[in-house]
T-cell receptor, first 114, second 113 residues
């Protein structure tokens, strides 16, 4: 079945780069997403990548996709304390094109130390 | 400003009672979704609606009901049949089902007392 896995916690120092990793099982995934959730809030879409791309860069964010290994990563350059949040990886498989259903990972809590 | 509004932010329910969570969007989106979030877990889909007067069960629909009488509104009722209702509930919408970007509300935290 469809499954998305993430490590639960990452701690970095302010100014360092953060790399959050995600693996997924559905080889037919069409889109892969990164969402950010601040405490007590909803999810904010950070970026997404289409499955025929290897990399996408958007300001401080870089997404890398390795389709062969079904591995997705989010790199945040020059991490700031305001980046502290839970980051969710999500995928939408081709089988979900008629539902819009997203499969979410458990979320990675990013702690940024001053 | 366009967006999704969920209310209330916090909700307390006694065991055995039904409770309804509100979700309203002014984005003119056709598709709307309800997700449940538990600590240390990802989001799980409860129900979704592709268009007015239509809705479909998600992965964990048991103990929940929805309606979609208006395009802007997709309320979720947590019934007494839901055995473990304490959770964070998130509503989302997208232009249409399968569209790339889904926008989320701020969530409702439901606690059974």
């Amino acid at each position: 079945g469809e499954d998305v896995e993430q490590s639960l916690f990452l701690s970095v120092r302010e100014g360092d780069s953060s790399v959050i990793n995600c693996t997924y099982t559905d080889s037919s995934s069409t889109y892969l997403y990164w969402y950010k959730q601040e405490p007590g809030a909803g999810l904010q879409l950070l970026t997404y990548i289409f499955s025929n791309m290897d990399m996408k860069q958007d300001q401080r964010l870089t997404v890398l996709l390795n389709k062969k290994d079904k591995h997705l990563s989010l790199r945040i350059a020059d991490t700031q304390t305001g980046d502290s949040a839970i980051y969710f990886c999500a995928e939408r498989g081709s089988g979900s094109s008629n539902t819009g259903k997203l499969i979410f990972g458990q979320g990675t809590t990013l702690q940024v130390k001053p | 400003d366009g967006g999704i509004t969920q209310s209330p932010k916090y909700l307390f329910r006694k065991e055995g009672q039904n409770v309804t969570l509100s979700c309203e969007q002014n984005l003119n989106h056709d598709a709307m979704y309800w997700y449940r979030q538990d600590p240390g877990q990802g989001l799980r889909l409860i129900y979704y609606s592709q268009i007015v007067n239509d809705f479909q069960k998600g992965d964990i629909a048991e103990g929940y009901s929805v309606s979609r009488e208006k395009k802007e509104s997709f309320p979720l009722t947590v019934t007494s049949a839901q055995k473990n209702p304490t959770a964070f509930y998130l509503c989302a919408s997208s232009i249409r089902v399968g569209h790339t970007e889904a926008f989320f509300g701020q969530g409702t935290r439901l606690t059974v007392v």
